[in-house]
């Protein structure tokens, strides 16, 4: 076989951030500069107002550039014909759409330097160009003033300095490379550090701010742009004093400020930073050039700016701590070191010499859109997860999660379980039963195969899209690897299992060749959202002599199929690794979810029967879920995903939502047409935001919430300045914020008396529950404590987004990750012991974000970023799909229904229903 057959490439977007600490080293990147841009470039229609008969049936959105170069031509209109109009110093060399269809948000800029680049990316972060600025004249408006007209976002693009080149490769001293700085500690002259002090090239400084003078000199405003988008400024300010080689280690917590001083603002904080110089050398020559001298800080780009002054500075040597120094060398060598994991620092590119016959890979199988539906659904809250990840396996413990369908493999006995009655436990733990595979619906359609998965992917049908995508490979002429000419091409018509599994970084699967007799030829992988490197080892080699061994890449969106030999003669595996290399490039890993699809056989070796369904999600039930059957128990998903991650994130969501005060429109109308005096029920009233206008209205409001942290935020609230209008009340109403009337309850039993309430309101509640029984209970429950002829305002996320909005939601059923600040977290646990909070021992070796992610159950952390990310369920109304379950209700009809700002509304009136009895 040819290697050619073997379609291995450079991963498609090669490109890395050029971290904020990195070392301006210009000489290090590519010959030319590189920038991303990230915004909503597609421009939208106007979208027609709803009326009040019910939600109009609105046409997927239509896309104005249909295809990306028709958006790259318009971008170099503007950035290479014309880039002096936008006040910038250079023209783009030429522009890359880097989503491969609409909607597109993201595009690479390549100017003639790196200088250029970085000098456009300064110059961008202060003009703040939003697509509209860009491509708005370039827009086709047929008529003048027509409300058709499109409109493109005016939101400023977020940009960012990109380079192909790996980070620059380590010694024992140097942490270039590290995307999370290293700790360090301060070299004392009392101890046997003197040697040490001539040796590092790390140093300590403090007093890079003054800030008696700096109160006296800024105003709010022009101190937020000095420190705009996060320290972006100092950075540059640092460099011109320390040089543009040097490494900046910002702190990562900012301090709290006082809370009495409000004068004092939270970016005069930044006292002090680690530097890393080239050499100990360049360390010595500035802590003696600058120990105890004041500096001047000159804004980077508007030197309309006043230049900060800085205290008499200190400077003091520091080295990294001996945990960051290993730390760095277990990731340099692709171990993951706590794990104790063996370290495989081979690379793809050794290997090259050697084919696997029988592989083959193809890349872009499956597209950029259809990979997020796909993740959406398989990582989201109705993913069918098998207990078997607990077990042992043959080849060692399953670490990752996996999802089996059609037939469950079990990793025990390396065997396919036939016989899908036994329910109860086949071989300790594992039950036979799964969910089917998810089949296409009805007759074979019209419309070609694309255009379908299109529609489907707009309505948010994930599951369908699996359904397609496997019946696609079923008939999807494989070239035979090893054929000169790609004519005799194989097909898999049988595929009837479908495996799914997860890896997170650092997890991986043993070597195996799967087994014979379970599945048959023609094993097929589709690689998900992260790319990895896949091991393919022939059987019996290494017994005597070297193994040997061919590292193949397999690029996100890949399909990878061994048969013949690479199938039943070579072993694959995936090695436990943080990251890969390949063709010389580290590429760390991201969560890889990959879809194995394989023939499952019976005894005598033939196909075991399809067992498949259309009934979406897959359903699945094990003898525990059964029980749970009552609608009204709380599902675990609302649980853990609703119910605990209010718990945990109350402080936050009240400080950085509440607080804001951003009320639907729509709903204050509602509120302030209700006649004064008013008795109003808050059905999920969190932290109380709805009470202000209520109380502006003139009436009066009890919420219930079953959250309880959030409902102490709505009583315990503080109103200071910042407090946005919306939120504030008059005066004379003052009494009320300090003592509303609330009360723990679930909205599946609404814990008020039956017509005792003028109105109610449920907003942001209806998204969070999982079932459709559920769904119905909750408007029954609103309507049952409202009297009769009161009404009803209900609204909750819309599947349907707008285009400027960054929320986009990939399927009808989701987790929409919240980032929690482990500062937050700390004031929730602090009333409450059931979190377990770090010990010392641990606070010492692993980072804040990782210790409180571990106290909260299911949550995630970002160690570069320090948050601790939770997973809210929610589910997405589509337009009508709200008066849909309201028509399940009796006794109320529904008198408008809307959308606005990304939600589905509707307004009820409560009917006299003991008329309607008395009548009949
Ligand atoms: O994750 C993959 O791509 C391979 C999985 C695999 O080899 C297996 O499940 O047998
Ligand atoms: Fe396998």
């Known amino acids: 076989m040819s290697t050619s057959t073997l379609r291995q490439q450079q991963p498609k977007s090669a490109f890395r951030s050029i971290l904020p600490h990195e070392p301006l080293d210009f000489h290090k990147y590519d010959d030319n500069g590189y920038i991303h ?17 019910g939600p109009s049936d609105n046409p997927p959105p239509t896309f104005l550039w249909k295809t990306s170069a028709k958006l790259q031509q318009a971008l170099l209109m503007t950035l290479k014909d014309d880039y002096q109009r936008f006040q910038l110093p250079f023209p783009v060399q030429s522009i890359e759409v880097v989503d491969p269809s609409p909607p597109y948000t993201k595009v690479r800029l390549q100017y003639s330097t790196p200088e250029q680049a970085f000098r456009i990316h300064t110059v961008w972060r ?8 860009l491509l708005f004249s370039n827009l086709h408006t047929p008529n003048e003033g027509n409300h058709d007209a499109p409109s493109i976002s005016t939101h400023p693009c977020q940009v960012t300095m990109i380079t192909s080149k790996p980070l620059p490769c380590n010694d024992d001293s140097t942490c270039w490379s590290r995307s999370n700085p290293p700790k360090f500690r301060r070299l004392l002259h009392d101890h046997n550090d003197q040697e040490e002090r001539s040796l590092t090239r790390f140093v300590y400084v403090t007093g890079l701010v003054n800030v008696d003078l700096a109160k006296q000199q800024f105003t709010d405003e022009n101190e937020n742009n000095w420190f705009q988008e996060d320290h972006f400024s100092m950075l540059q300010a640092l460099r011109d004093v320390f040089g543009r080689d040097v490494e900046i280690f910002l702190p990562s917590k900012k301090k709290v400020v006082p809370s009495d001083d409000h004068s004092q603002s939270p970016s005069f904080d930044m006292q002090s930073c680690h530097l890393g110089f080239r050499s100990p050398q360049v360390a010595q020559r500035v802590v003696e050039t600058l120990q105890g001298q004041t500096v001047h800080w000159e804004h980077p780009t508007a030197s309309s700016f006043p230049s900060i002054t800085s205290s008499p500075l200190f400077l003091d040597y520091v080295t990294i701590t001996q945990k960051s120094r290993a730390k760095q060398r277990a990731r340099d060598s692709g171990t993951n070191l706590e794990k104790g994991e063996p370290s495989r620092p081979e690379c793809t590119s050794s290997t090259n010499d050697i084919t696997v016959p029988g592989l083959l890979v193809i890349e872009d199988y499956v597209t950029g859109e259809q990979e997020n539906i796909l993740m959406a659904i398989l990582t989201g809250p109705q993913a069918p997860w098998a207990p078997q990840q607990r077990n042992k396996s043959q080849t060692g413990s399953v670490k990752r999660k996996v999802q089996h369908y059609g037939y469950v493999f079990d990793y025990q006995t390396a065997d396919v379980l036939r016989d ?8 300790e733990g594992n039950p036979a039963n799964c969910p089917p595979l998810p089949a296409v619906t009805g007759a074979a359609p019209a419309i070609d195969e694309d255009t379908l998965m299109d529609s489907l992917i707009q309505q948010g049908k994930g599951w369908d899209v699996l359904a397609h995508l496997i019946e696609k490979t079923r008939h999807y002429p494989f070239p035979v690897p090893g054929e000169e000419s790609a004519t005799r091409t194989t097909f898999y018509p049988d595929i009837n299992q479908l495996t799914v599994n997860q890896y997170k970084p650092g997890e991986g699967i043993g070597s195996h060749v799967d087994t014979a007799s379970a599945f048959g030829d023609g094993l097929i992988s589709i690689c998900l959202n992260s790319g990895i490197v896949m091991e393919f080892r022939k059987v019996g080699s290494g017994d005597v002599g070297p193994p040997i061994k061919k590292l193949v890449y397999l690029p996100p969106r890949s ?5 013949g030999p690479a199938r039943y003669e070579w072993e694959h595996q995936i090695v436990t690794r943080r990251t890969d290399t390949h063709n010389g490039v580290v590429l760390p890993r991201g969560l890889r979810v990959s879809l194995t699809l394989r023939t499952a056989l019976a005894l005598d070796g033939t ?13 699945w039930e094990v003898p525990e879920v059964q029980a749970k059957k009552n609608a009204l128990m709380t599902p675990d998903t609302e649980r853990d995903h609703v119910h605990a991650v209010y718990d945990a994130i109350a402080t936050q969501w009240h400080h950085t939502r509440g607080k804001r005060g951003v009320l639907w429109p729509e709903a204050t109308q509602f509120l302030q047409a209700l006649p004064k005096g008013s008795v109003v029920a808050d059905v999920g009233c969190g932290d109380g935001k709805y009470f202000p206008a209520i109380w502006e209205a003139g009436s009066i409001v009890i919420g219930t919430d079953i959250s309880r942290p959030l409902l102490v935020t709505s009583y315990q609230a503080d109103f200071g300045d910042k407090v946005a209008d919306t939120r504030k009340v008059s005066p004379h109403r003052q009494d009320l914020q300090t003592r509303p009337a609330v009360a723990v309850g679930d909205c599946m039993s609404v814990p008020f008396r039956s017509k005792s309430f003028d109105a109610a309101i449920c907003i942001a509640v209806m998204h969070h529950l999982s079932t459709r029984e559920r769904r119905i209970r909750c408007i029954e429950e609103l309507v049952r404590i409202v009297k009769p002829g009161g009404r009803i ?5 819309a599947m349907e987004q707008e285009q400027e909005s960054r929320r986009r939601f990939a399927a009808k059923d989701v987790f929409v990750p919240f980032n929690a600040q482990p500062k937050y977290l700390e004031k929730v646990s602090a009333g409450q012991s059931s979190h377990a909070m770090p010990s010392e021992s641990d606070a010492a070796s692993k980072s804040v974000a990782e210790l409180y992610s571990e106290a909260y159950e299911n949550s995630d952390y970002d160690e570069q970023k320090g948050l601790v990310i939770f997973h809210r369920y929610c589910h997405l109304y589509h337009a009508g799909e709200m008066e849909e379950i309201v028509r399940q209700v009796a006794g109320v009809r529904i008198i408008a229904s809307g959308y606005e700002s990304g939600n589905h509304f509707v307004i009820l009136e409560v009917m006299d229903c003991d008329v309607t009895v008395s009548t009949t």
């Open 37 to 53: 841009l990230q915004g909503a470039f597609e421009p939208r229609k106007k979208s027609k107002s709803v009326d009040d008969n």
């Open 126 to 133: 202060i003009l703040q160009l939003s697509p509209h600025d």
């Open 607 to 619: 196909p075991l029967p399809r067992v498949e369904s259309n009934l979406f999600p897959p359903s």
């Open 559 to 563: 399909l990878v199929v061994m048969s």
């Open 420 to 427: 899908r009655t036994i329910t109860s436990l086949s071989s």
């Open 793 to 797: 305002n209900v609204q909750a996320w």
